[in-house]
């Protein structure tokens, strides 16, 4: 038995607060930006993106990664994609994939290297992404200067509230 098998194979506790940020677990590649997209990014981050959202790895095993993700209202997530398959659970809060809302208990899957994006919902969303693996790549699709305006747009509109948002309650 290998040494990250022997490490599976034990009873383990991952606690929250012991979470890593996203970029501090290095379990997420980005692949290089165009010229396009980096400047859009650089407007967006300008303009507060930085503070919309909140990620935290809470698990990385040998075929086992648990992300926390809030996305706080008006957060633009461009149309991306990961090298691996990924199940989101939604915890609270609500979002928009396509022409379905989504909430509380919800979920959703989306196979590897499939490109896909949602809209945060009033309040903001909070939920659990699941992962095979723990080391993926983010692949950014979003090329277009006219969304990287909007998503700039948007970040300047919310993010002085960004600073003072707490995460949406769960509904019974």
Known sequence: MTEAEQDTAKFQIFRAAEGKGLMEAGCMEVKPFTPVQRAGMDKAIAAGYLGGDQVTVLTELPGFGI????FKEGYALPLHSHDADCMYYIVAG??????EE??????????????YTYKVGKGGVELLEIRHKTNFNFVNHANGEAWWNKAAEQTAQHAEAWKNATPPKLNA
């Open 67 to 70: 992300t926390h993700v809030w």
């Open 94 to 99: 609500s979002l928009r994939l396509g022409t």
């Open 102 to 115: 989504l909430g509380p208990r919800d979920s959703f899957f989306v196979p590897c290297d499939v490109p």
